[in-house]
């Protein structure tokens, strides 16, 4: 296959972010082979390039575009980038994120750990919904889909997770609140939480992790493909139907009665 030209235009266009690895990586690489154009967005532009490459799809279909999404001016050129580049945006997936410290107790946590985990996976989603709205807006034909990266941590926590689990209930709460003010300019808002999908950041799930008793057990883990599956499941309903929260999940993790 040519992997430098496309043979037509794509037909939808899709904005990853946290695209260089794990989940979003996974999501990028399905949305391309489903015939999307996508913006890939990440911190590491190396990174970005290895997930195009990756997935074996022409390299005119997508655009990687390093971003810090803490950073509103970097949240506005990266949208600005997406309009230049396709015209529109039909699917957000706000998927990066950055996880607590597990090994650290919750009256020791300091002050920067509690904020870089509020500003990647609380403050950078709200302002990519925001880009996100003034673009689906005025396009035409106007509206879109946003889809929010949640965690079965919105529904119960982990020992030693306070600003994770915080961050992924107040998701909820976007999620809620987004798809509430986008009825009116025909942008859908949805949510997938998931368990224990085997990416870098789980590997440690396989070796064992705190459980609520204060045990250590290995817990099982599921193929990170299964979740791509589903985002691009919710990407692909028309705007007249909308999946508002999905739980995608390991069958046997210790999540339903965790505690």
């Not at 970005?48 to 506005?76: F, K, N, Q, W, Y």
């Not at 607590?100 to 990519?128: I, K, Y």
């Not at 590997?203 to 493909?225: F, H, L, N, R, W």
Request: proline letters at 6%; a neutral charge; glycine letters at 8%.
């Amino acid at each position: 296959m040519d992997s430098t030209r496309a043979t037509e235009p794509p037909a939808r266009i899709a904005l990853v972010t946290g695209a260089s690895a794990g989940i979003g990586r996974a999501v990028a690489i399905s949305f391309l082979k489903a015939g999307y154009g996508v913006v890939l967005a990440a911190r590491r532009s190396d990174a970005l390039d290895e997930t195009v490459r990756l997935s074996g799809m022409p390299a005119d279909r997508a655009l990687a575009h390093p971003c810090d999404i803490t950073d509103p001016a970097a949240v506005a050129a990266l949208f600005a980038a997406c309009k230049a580049r396709f015209g529109r945006l039909d699917v957000l997936f706000n998927n990066a994120g950055v996880g607590s410290p597990g090994s650290v107790a919750l009256e020791d946590l300091s002050f920067a750990q509690w904020q870089a985990c509020v500003d990647t996976n609380l403050t950078g989603p709200f302002l990519c919904t925001q880009e996100a709205f003034r673009l689906m807006k005025i396009q035409q034909p106007r509206g879109g889909r946003i889809i929010n990266n949640g965690s079965v941590s919105a529904h119960a926590p982990r020992p030693n997770s306070a600003p994770y689990a915080a961050t992924k209930h107040a998701i909820t709460g976007l999620t809620r609140a987004t798809s509430l003010d986008g009825r009116q300019h025909d942008i859908a808002c949805g949510q997938i939480d998931i368990g224990n999908a085997l990416t870098e950041m789980a590997v440690a799930m396989t070796k064992g992790v705190p459980q609520a008793d204060g045990s250590v057990k290995i817990e099982p883990v599921m193929d990170v493909q299964h979740v791509a599956d589903a985002v691009l499941h919710m990407a692909s309903l028309p705007l007249s139907a909308n999946v508002l929260f999905m739980t995608v999940m390991a069958t046997a993790m210790p999540f339903v009665g965790r505690g």
